[in-house]
């Protein structure tokens, strides 16, 4: 069979770039290719789609992707795909290439559009769950995770040793948008004394006495972890200088957190959730999305991931409330 006789499937990234996009789309083309499919790589997500940057995926455009940050397909945030007239536009395009078939990583946003465009044209899609926000309903895992979480490992090393050397505080804000799941596993990981997130609720006075009690034995420097969702970190700072009576610096990590070279976990992870989408497009699956929940891999439809909120474990949860208060 000649690839323009294959049926066509596509891969995108959309949304929030992460670490492990790169190898989720390498792994998928090449395992679509294995199964019989002809892939294409989707340029600039949901706009690409619209704007017909659709391009078989070649050896030349896949190979050296595997190691690099970021997406190579490039993302974007579409509001105009709510258009109708726009997503009529993304279906003919595929229809001209014979695509029958799509892989979307990427959010929970992202999969509600590609839901829509199933509703409209009836093209099947599996969604990849990607972001270092990991707060996507159903899933204990999302790509990028685990890159992020060693990019802010590194960094609060690196703040501890200027904080220990000059009997500093640091607040270090931590991305996550309304989750605190990256917060969380830093501070626990981190070694921090303080850490707020969204989800427990925080007691500064108290904090503020446990602290105080530390330094007065000894302790030399703090090291807090606040969750951007909280919006708490620059009252924190200026709480643990005038209030605790100790020095404190603001460091908010920001985009530095998207970035960096994939880590082994999350290229394994990558290669299980894009091996896994293709599998359910070929078993007919129309718009599950991949799942890693309990320590296994699985499927679920949209509607568990669209309709629910993501609800950090109570076990892990539990494991923070001393850093609250
Ligand atoms: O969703 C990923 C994320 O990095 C959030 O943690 C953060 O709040 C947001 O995206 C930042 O968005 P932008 O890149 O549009 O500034």
Not at 289 to 314: F, L, N, Q, T
Request: aromatic residues 8%.
């Amino acid at each position: 069979m000649t690839d323009s006789e294959k049926p066509g499937l596509a891969i995108m990234t959309s949304g929030g770039d992460s670490a492990g996009m790169n190898p989720a789309v390498k792994c998928a083309a090449d395992y679509a290719a294995q199964r019989g499919y002809a892939p294409f790589l989707i340029y600039d997500g949901l706009k690409g789609l619209v704007a017909d940057r659709i391009f078989p995926a070649t050896a030349e455009r896949l190979s050296g992707i595997i190691h690099k940050g970021g997406t190579v397909l490039r993302s974007s945030r579409s509001p105009e795909f709510f258009d109708i007239e726009v997503r009529k536009k993304a279906y003919e395009n595929l229809k001209a290439r014979g695509i029958g078939k799509l892989i979307v990583i990427g959010g929970d946003g992202s999969f509600r559009a590609l839901n829509q465009f199933y509703s409209d044209f009836q093209i099947p899609f599996a969604g990849i769950p990607a972001t270092i926000d990991n707060d996507i309903a159903g899933t204990d895992y999302c790509l990028g995770v685990d890159t992020a979480l060693n990019v802010i490992r590194q960094s609060i090393d690196s703040i501890r040793d200027t904080a220990s050397s000059f009997s500093r505080a640091f607040v270090v804000e931590v991305m996550g948008r309304h989750c605190g799941y990256l917060a969380l596993t830093s501070a626990l990981t981190c070694g921090a004394e303080i850490c707020l997130i969204p989800e427990i609720e925080y007691d500064l006075p108290s904090i503020g006495a446990r602290v105080s009690a530390e330094i007065a034995e000894g302790r030399g420097y703090i090291i807090a972890v606040v969750a951007e969702g909280t919006k708490m970190a620059e009252y924190v700072t200026r709480y643990i200088n005038d209030s605790i009576g100790m020095e404190a610096r603001l460091t908010v990590l920001g985009h530095v957190q998207r970035g960096g070279s994939p880590t082994v976990y999350d290229r394994m992870m990558a290669y299980q959730f894009a091996n896994a989408a293709v599998d359910a497009l070929e078993a007919g699956e129309t718009n599950s999305i991949m799942v890693y929940r309990d320590g296994s891999y699985g499927r679920i439809p949209i509607a568990e991931v669209a309709h629910r909120k993501y609800k950090m474990d109570p076990a892990l949860l539990r494991l923070a409330v001393p850093l609250a208060c």
